[in-house]
């Protein structure tokens, strides 16, 4: 006959009760109450609890929190008593003993919640450990499941035991270790969920005792035994499939020992559970690494020494939004004087943005050596962009040609960057919008042309920063980045890159979601 004991089965864990540190353990909390009373006059007692509701004799009172999650306490001034210990000090006035009582009380309610944060980030730290195998561990899981299965199945003085696991999809139940069956029958196809009634009824959190052959058939037993148990094997947090135990003879459990497989079953999750984190943690680990490589990469392949060019100063700052991104700034030197600059912004996050970030500069070298047209290269580039992607990438892109003798700088624009130039009186927009790169094989790019003056500056920047936005979600926009810079042009490329870069941390107040770069190419004499 089957039954089957009724278990609450809970899908996710419930919160743990807060346990903060009491102001109790301030262990010299006594010692600077009773420095208090020799230097005020006055009694201060820190009393746990709720503030009384004013009695007639009390002075004083402040509420003191002993940390989040437990009832404030407080702290009470009261005249010097009969009880208090000779020699009696002279009290001070109630308005300076007052004064002084509730400044140690902000200070003991800041050194709780020190004590509160610091009891936090332990818990947090501790949880942050990476896994690493242990160098003794000598035992495979296979050999570590099957003594388990073993173990258990003894304890109940039954001579099988099979764990099946769900998998992908959750429609099928596979064999993955035993002890007591064939070997041949860890080769043998998953059974289909559906219709077995008896892991159906214990994935859903009950017990199935089976000791009546007769109704074997109806439950799906996997195993030709007279008598067996089905108990759920998971996690406070997934469903991972079925324990059976089986009995060579006809037999009822008592719920003692449905209760000890149910423990076994928790231990099988346990190992299982710890084996798959141990695997993301080795390759979360080596991800992490190899992510720390590529954004140093990423770093040093831009430009950091400004040109030696006489009259001129560049610098550049970019920031990715996570390590790794797809804005960048580069320069370059063309034979003819002439000096070429870029700033890219590729679309996407991360490491998709960060290849296709890479793809583009090294496109944009290649074919800058070739063309002395900033449209034309850009031409090109757009062409090597949608020919070699699946139509899935796109850049916004700045490109500038600068003739170094005659301070003539002829540029072309993909997508939407921000171009301004300062000057002594003031700064103007040089923006324009196109297409970004990527977009179209056939798309043209229009060239625009500027001669900077000794003494301005020209300097481009991405969305990331102009789009940045303060706590009334304000944009910061290019008027925000070019006003604080005009009439500071007494800065050098890498001043004024610093002032702009100050201009956005100040504003933003947000985490940054997007890449951000700034370019400040600045002509200092003719």
Known sequence: MAKSR??????YPQQPEIVPPQIEGVGSLPAVLRAFQQTAGWSLRYSSGPEPAKPNDLTWSAPVSPGVGAAPGHLRLDPLGRETAPPYPAPADLATARSFASALG????ELMQTRYALWQREAELAAGVPLVPHADEEQHLAARLEAVLKGGAESVHCRAAALYLLDEATTQLKLRSSWGLPFDRLTEPARRLQGAVADLE???????VLSDTDVMRHWKVPEDFPAAV???????????????????????????????????AGRLAADLEREMLMREGIDGAELKKQMAVAERLQRSQLPSISPLLDGWQLAGWTAQAGGVGGDFYDWFCLPDGLLATAVADAMGQGLEAALSATAVKAALRAHGQYHREAEQTLRRLNLTLWTGSAGDQYATLFYGLIETTTGRVCYSMAGHPSVVVIRPDGWDSLSRSSAPLGESPETDYEQFGYTLQPGEALVIFTDGVREARDRQGHLLTEAGVAEPLAGRLNLSAEGLANLAREQWQSHTALCARDDRTILVIKRTTA
Request: hydrophobic share 40%; proline share 4%.
């Open 6 to 11: 009724a278990k609450k089965l809970r899908l």
């Open 106 to 109: 902000g200070l003991l309610n």
């Open 202 to 208: 214990a994935l859903l959190g009950h017990a199935v």
């Open 230 to 264: 089905c108990v759920p094997v998971s996690t406070p947090t997934t469903l991972l499939g079925t324990l059976w135990v089986y009995s060579t003879e006809k037999r009822d459990f008592s719920d003692r020992e449905t209760n000890l497989l149910e423990v076994v």
